[in-house]
């Protein structure tokens, strides 16, 4: 006999099973966290709740688009790569309606003034897309789009090392022209050539590094011109 779907809950009642008074105490905690420049270099991780609340989302069976609508919903008060982690499990099973809401949420985040909702979806771009050749063909059409505003191009920029050189390159020469946009550009060039699963052309990297005028001194410059030149 068919089993009928659970009851698709709210975010409180989920919050509710877990405790209130127990969830804002982390959230806290969590969100100021997530707000640190190295969120996901050396940020603190170490929460279990987010991973709680993940598998009371993502192992129910609401339909798809609750499962994205609740994730957003608690993330928004809970910012962490301990939800965002677990979304990958499951991506490959979205439709692509799915997946439009699931990159709309995305690009909107990243879009944010606010770092804590930023820095843990760009660190899971960086672990769970990128580095993933399965999804990192439609992760960076889904943010590099037409429209894409800059404070998401500067996240997908920031997490892009492990992309494929020939998918970056127009981008990284498209900004390259703007000044204000080089040091990015730089650090982009410098993890896709040091990042464990970084993807780089040395030959193009060179050149265009040659027309980034990073000056002298920066740190990281002599040793991404050595990995260069090595290639």
Known sequence: MIQPPEKIMTKDEIIAEVGADVFKREARRIRADAARSDYG??????????????????YSDFPG????????????????????????????EFSMHEKGLWWAGVRERLGSSDPALRNPLEYSLWCDYFENRETVGEAWEALTADG?????????????????????????????????WRPAIFEALFHS???????????????????????????????LQSKLTAA
């Open 65 to 92: 688009t609750e499962k994205i609508r609740l994730f957003f919903d608690i993330y928004d008060e809970m910012p962490s790569y301990g939800l965002a982690m677990y979304v990958t499990h499951f991506y490959s």
């Open 148 to 180: 894409s505003d800059e404070q998401i191009l500067r996240c997908v920029i920031k997490a892009s090392g492990p992309v494929p050189y020939e998918l970056k390159r127009g981008l990284y020469e498209q900004l390259a022209e703007r000044v204000e």
């Open 193 to 223: 050539a040091h990042d464990y699963f970084g993807h780089i052309d040395a030959a193009h990297a060179r050149n265009l590094l040659g027309r980034l005028d990073i000056p002298v001194g920066t740190p990281g410059l002599i040793e």
């Open 41 to 58: 270099r050396g940020g603190d991780l170490s929460s279990e709740l987010p991973h709680e609340l993940a598998s009371r989302i993502w």
